[in-house]
């Protein structure tokens, strides 16, 4: 008989009653506050700690006088045991879907270009040929979606990969890059001059991303590269129907691909200021955890995501 390894051995041994008292450590950052959490006594909660760490053979929490912090075993167990108890409530979610005839579901981040073009796109050839797939879409920025996708909230992302985190545990398939051009209303009075400067764009107020995006520190940067400090008149949000209002009903100025107000150009509602903002963002891509295996329906989007790249963007 082949002995099971002992990384295998030990990790079985972990139940989702630990995994469920780990996250609420971690959130409490007190035995007492998370055994409470938990519906636990203290004793109960520090038993069960005491298991994972004899399990595991490590220290996962180190014990203060003001409460309990993450060692970094502690936060690699954590960052997993987040992810493995989100897969299970979405393996519930899908047999009660598939149960009541929907045949599955799928979640899908994006950004916001691709959020109004690529993916609904594809989200509409999806449901004409299976229309009882139940299909999530969160829009936001690249590094929260990429975090959600890593703890298993979402089986999709298209975005962009930033920086180094979780890379080795995703798969990128790069579709397309993403000039911004400066976004106004119709009739605003940049739009009445020939040739609109930098220093131009310093006159009026901005909608911007947040400040901890990546496309706000290049605008930043883009304007202090051209001598000038940034707007100090600005109005921060992520949500594009807030930004297609906003801009519709005052002067303000904001950097988008114009693709993704495109229905607000062809209909004059809106226009590109004549100005070379020289801000791109990296190539936006179909980003995947590299050991997930999709469920049938977020398999048919990722299809159709992939078929309907190939005619938005032919140079692939």
Do not use: C
Not at 36 to 59: D, F, R
Not at 221 to 238: C, D, K, R, V
Not at 240 to 264: C, F, G, K, N
Request: proline letters at 7%; a neutral charge.
């Amino acid at each position: 008989m082949v002995q099971p390894s002992t990384s295998w051995f030990n990790a079985s041994r972990l139940k989702t009653r630990h995994l469920l008292l780990l996250l609420h450590l971690y959130e409490q950052r007190s035995v007492l506050r998370a055994a409470e959490a938990a519906n636990m006594t203290q004793p109960a909660a520090s038993k069960l700690l005491s298991e994972m760490e004899g399990i595991l053979g490590v220290p996962l929490f180190e014990r203060h006088a003001r409460g309990v912090e993450p060692t970094w075993y502690g936060q690699v167990l954590i960052r997993r045991a987040r992810s493995a108890l989100s897969e299970i409530g979405r393996a519930h979610d899908e047999i009660a879907a598939m149960r009541n005839g929907r045949m599955g579901q799928a979640s899908i981040g994006t950004v916001v270009n691709p959020g109004t073009t690529l993916v609904p796109q594809a989200i509409a050839a999806v449901k004409r040929d299976f229309p009882d797939i139940l299909i999530r879409v969160e829009m936001d920025y690249s590094r929260p979606l990429v975090a959600k996708l890593l703890d298993g909230q979402l089986d999709i992302v298209i975005g962009r990969i930033l920086g180094p985190e979780g890379t080795g545990d995703l798969e990128f398939e790069p579709l397309a890059d993403e000039p911004h051009s400066v976004i106004v209303r119709a009739g605003h009075p940049l739009t009445q001059r020939g040739r609109v400067t930098h220093a131009d764009l310093i006159e009026y107020g901005w909608i911007m991303p947040p400040a901890a995006s990546v496309l706000r520190a290049r605008l930043d940067s883009m304007f202090l590269e051209h001598g000038l400090a940034p707007p100090q008149n600005i109005i921060e949000t992520a949500s594009l129907p807030v930004i297609i209002h906003l801009l519709r009903h005052s002067d303000l100025l904001t950097a988008l691909p114009a693709e993704s107000v495109a229905p607000y150009l062809q209909t004059a509602q809106m226009q590109v200021l004549p100005i070379e903002l020289g801000v791109r963002m990296e190539f936006f891509g179909i980003i995947r955890r590299r050991d997930q295996q999709l469920s049938p329906g977020a398999e048919r989007v990722l299809e159709a995501l992939r078929a309907t790249a190939r005619q938005l963007y032919p140079a692939l």
